[in-house]
């Protein structure tokens, strides 16, 4: 079993900068993928930015220049830095742990929000 909890949500407005983490705790066994997706207000959960345990990245063309992804192997912490925030970027960002081949964990999910 695996628990994932997500944090650093909040309210910003448009242009400033937050930084959520994500805690995997359990049977985190290698080699893993751990990801971030977001669900806007009445849309559909999607795909924004994920990293191996060996570092591999991949980032959803809509936030590539302005989010970073990045992990701490050793605690099991990964981090999105989001930059430049626009209000299109307003949605719960929840927090994905999956060991290659096998199920994913979600988290809970964190709220931020972009005003303008």
């Known amino acids: 079993q695996v628990q994932v909890v997500e944090s650093g949500g909040g309210l910003v407005q448009a242009g400033g900068s937050l930084r959520l983490s994500c805690v995997a705790s359990g049977r985190t066994l290698s080699p893993n993928v751990i990801g971030w997706y977001r669900q806007p207000p009445g849309k559909q959960r999607e795909f924004v930015a994920s990293i191996a345990n060996g570092g591999t990245t991949n980032y959803v063309d809509a936030v590539k220049d302005r989010f970073t992804i990045s992990r701490d192997n050793f605690n099991n912490t990964v981090y999105l830095q989001m930059n430049s925030l626009k209000p299109e970027d307003t949605a719960v960002y929840y927090c994905?742990?999956?060991?290659?081949?096998?199920?994913?964990?979600w988290g809970p999910g964190t709220q931020v929000t972009v005003s303008t």
């Open positions: 994905n742990f999956r060991q290659l081949g096998a199920r994913g964990y």
